[in-house]
Structures are given as C-alpha cells and as structure tokens.
C-alpha cells in the first residue's frame, strides 16, 4: 500500500474559532501563571490540557465529530468504517 498524504483546499476550522480558542488558551495560562512545559517525558513541548478549558474542551469535541472525525473517515476508508470508531486522546 502506498502512503497517502492529503491537503485541504480551504481551512478546516475557521479564523474566529481559532482566534476564540487562542485566546482562550491565552486567558487560562495567565491564570496557571504561564503554559506548561512539563506534560510529555518524551518530546517537550508548551501547550495546556484540553480538558483544562472547559470551553475548549465542548468545542474540540464537536468539532471532532463534526468535521475531523468525518474527514478522516472519508480519506481513509480502508482503515476507518466510520467516523464514530475514532477517538481522540489528549
């Protein structure tokens, strides 16, 4: 099987969102006194837990199901049935 690589004609998630959450993002590590830079052993990395912003995280769950999920699904038919068998994991 040959690898596959895909690349959208447009953005996969809007500006607006991506301003909302960056900004979300922002505000939170201004609580936490900075981002975190301790989360993975094996690559380090300055970034928060999704599950940390509870507005983030109802977001990147609907927008998984609504539009990750399915696009995946649809470019890879031959390793993912449907898009309700992917999960994510943070």
């Known amino acids: 099987e040959e690898p596959r690589a895909f690349a959208s004609k447009g953005p996969l998630i809007p500006k607006e969102e991506c301003d909302r959450v960056i900004a979300l993002c922002e505000k939170r590590a201004e609580e936490l006194g900075g981002w975190q830079k301790a989360r993975h ?28 999920f399915p696009m995946l699904a649809s470019r890879f038919p031959d390793k993912i049935k449907d898009a309700s068998d992917i999960r994510a994991h943070d």
């Open 41 to 68: 052993a094996q690559a380090a990395t300055t970034d928060m837990n999704v599950k940390d912003v509870p507005e983030i995280l109802e977001w990147f769950n609907s927008r998984l199901k609504s539009t990750l």
